[in-house]
């Protein structure tokens, strides 16, 4: 079975940086997109940010110029770079893997079929 692992999380002061992981223990598609999506206490969850097999990237405009996306394919791992964070970047950050990459869906959470556990961001003011 597909298992994700995040991690990463912690607390950070505000204008600072941390990174995630996500790594899938093994991708059974050809084509994919891996995003990150986080869920702050008493919102609904969101799509942060993903990417294809083809290595091609997605972010919501919340966090565009402040985080960047990137796998490692050969370790079967995506990273989450977070700059320049913000109290409201606080949430628990879940990675997810689909299948197909479809530009218009890339960050609906709905479309995305295994979930890892999630890892605690909490930015400090």
């Known amino acids: 079975d597909v298992q994700l692992q995040a991690s990463g999380g912690g607390l950070v002061q505000a204008g600072g940086s941390r990174r995630l992981s996500c790594t899938v223990s093994?991708?059974?598609?050809?084509?994919?997109?891996i995003g990150w999506f986080r869920q702050a206490p008493g919102k609904e969850r969101e799509g942060v940010s993903s990417?294809?097999?083809?290595?091609?990237?997605f972010y919501a405009d919340s966090v565009k110029g402040r985080f960047t996306i990137s796998i490692d394919k050969v370790k079967n791992t995506v990273y989450l770079q977070m700059t320049s964070l913000k109290p409201d970047d606080t949430a628990v950050y879940y990675c997810?893997?689909?299948?197909?990459?479809?530009?218009?869906?890339?960050?609906?959470?709905?479309?995305?079929?295994?979930w890892g556990q999630g890892t605690q961001v909490t930015v400090s003011s």
């Open positions: 997810a893997i689909r299948p197909g990459v479809v530009i218009t869906t890339a960050l609906d959470e709905y479309e995305y079929d295994r």
């Open positions: 093994a991708i059974p598609y050809a084509d994919y997109l």
């Open positions: 990417i294809s097999s083809g290595r091609r990237s």
